[in-house]
Structures are given as structure tokens and as C-alpha cells.
């Protein structure tokens, strides 16, 4: 079974600062995806990146680039330059080929001004 | 291109009661998924259907049923609702499911769903 670890319940960051959260997973499959999702008091899940495991290059979007250690089974995200609407909820989630997600527990981030 | 639509927004019942939740995915979106939300838990996988068909069913107990219809619409369903249903339920919509490449989830708002 996969499973999907996220070890920090809660972190915060400084305006403009860089922050990592880190996400570790589980599986047997070579093939499968890894995305981060970020929920804002919206309750709104908004898809912040996502990660294809047979690429090699680390996933970027602005702000937000992940750092993947297939071997490790790591796939962190790395938000830069943070900003206070970077204040939110965010999981880490799996999905393998028959399109089942698997989510971790999150991460709350607070972004102090 | 309107987003996933959840109805309703808040729900309140009391133990013993069943509720329907419903979700409109994104218009060509094929594939709907539910989840339930809880503090510290994350997001607790439901149940997927494609086409009218459950493909993928989580760990809940039968209390907890869905179905979807030939608009791809999808509901869901508790049965003798218990204190620990109490949740947010996050209904996700997603493409045709044949090609994994471009696969995401599309999340609605959710429904809070409180038991008293």
C-alpha cells in the first residue's frame, strides 16, 4: 500500500524568506506522480506543483520548486521569496496508474509579516 | 469554465440521520473522487467513479455509499451518522483517467458536514 508521510504538522516562515516542507512516501511502483497541494482558509485545495517520477529535473512554478530523491522516497517543496497569502495548508499527495490519490496529513504554514 | 461545484456549503445533523452531499465536476471531467477531511488526518480517500462506475473504494465502512450519474454528476451518501463523521468531505474531479500524464485533481470547496 502507498502511504505518504508529511513529519512537520506546523511550520512558520518569515516574509521573504525561504521555507522547505518535507514530504516522504512509500511505494513498490517505479511509475507514479507527486504533487503539492496548497488549502488556504478557503478550504479551496489549490494545486501548487506537480512531479512526474520518471523525470530526473525537479519541478519549478515561480516561487515553488521541489527537490525529488526517488531513491529516498523524498519530495520536498521549497517556497521562495514567501508571501503572506503563502499562508496555508499544504499536502503532499501521490497518485500511481489507476488514479488513486493518496494524500499525507499536511503541513500549516504560517507566514509572519 | 466553472470549477467543482459542492452542495451544500455546511451541513448539521444528528447521530442517527443520513445525508447526500453533491458535487458537479469541471464540464468534460469524467472522473469524480470524494474525500473526508479531518484535523490531523488529512484527506481520507472515499471513493472514485468513471462513468457511472466505482473504480477505486477506500476503507470506510458501508455506512458510506456514492453513485454518479451519466452528467458525470456524482453524490454522497451517510447512513446512520455517527459523531466521528463529523468532517469537512472534499469532492475532486479529474479528466478522462485513461492517460496518467496530465493527470490532476480539481478540488470543490467541500462540504462541512458537523453531527451533533
Known amino acids: 500500500a502507498q502511504t505518504v508521510t508529511q513529519s512537520q504538522p506546523e511550520m512558520s516562515v518569515q516574509e521573504a524568506e525561504t521555507v522547505t516542507l518535507s514530504c516522504t512516501y512509500d511505494?513498490?511502483?517505479?511509475?507514479?506522480?507527486l504533487f503539492w497541494y496548497k488549502q488556504p482558509p478557503s478550504r479551496q485545495m489549490i494545486l501548487v506543483i506537480r512531479?512526474?517520477?520518471?523525470?530526473?529535473q525537479n519541478a519549478t512554478e515561480n516561487r515553488f520548486s521541489v527537490n525529488f530523491q526517488k531513491a529516498a522516497k523524498s519530495f520536498s517543496l521549497k517556497i521562495s521569496d514567501s508571501q503572506l497569502g503563502d499562508t496555508a495548508m499544504y499536502f503532499c499527495?501521490?497518485?500511481?496508474?489507476?488514479?488513486?490519490?493518496?494524500f499525507g496529513t499536511g503541513t500549516s504554514l504560517t507566514v509572519i509579516p | 469554465k466553472a470549477g467543482v461545484t459542492q452542495t451544500p456549503r455546511y451541513l448539521i445533523k444528528t447521530r442517527g440521520q443520513q445525508v447526500t452531499l453533491s458535487c458537479s465536476p469541471i464540464?468534460?471531467?469524467?472522473?469524480v473522487s470524494w474525500y473526508q477531511q479531518t484535523p490531523g488526518q488529512g484527506l481520507q480517500f472515499l471513493f472514485e467513479?468513471?462513468?457511472?462506475?466505482?473504480?477505486n473504494k477506500g476503507n470506510f465502512p458501508g455506512r458510506f455509499s456514492g453513485r454518479q450519474f451519466s452528467n458525470s454528476r456524482s453524490e454522497m451518501n451517510v447512513s446512520t451518522l455517527e459523531l466521528g463523521d463529523s468532517a469537512l468531505y472534499l469532492c475532486?474531479?479529474?479528466?478522462?483517467?485513461?492517460?496518467?500524464?496530465?493527470?490532476?485533481?480539481?478540488f470543490g470547496s467541500g462540504t462541512q458536514l458537523s453531527v451533533l
Open positions: 475532486a474531479s479529474s479528466t478522462t483517467g485513461a492517460d496518467a500524464t496530465n493527470e490532476k485533481l480539481f
Open positions: 511505494t513498490s511502483e517505479s511509475n507514479y506522480y
Open positions: 512531479q512526474e517520477a520518471y523525470k530526473q
Open positions: 499527495a501521490f497518485m500511481s496508474y489507476g488514479n488513486q490519490f493518496y
Open positions: 464540464s468534460g471531467h469524467r472522473s
Open positions: 467513479y468513471f462513468s457511472e462506475t466505482q473504480r
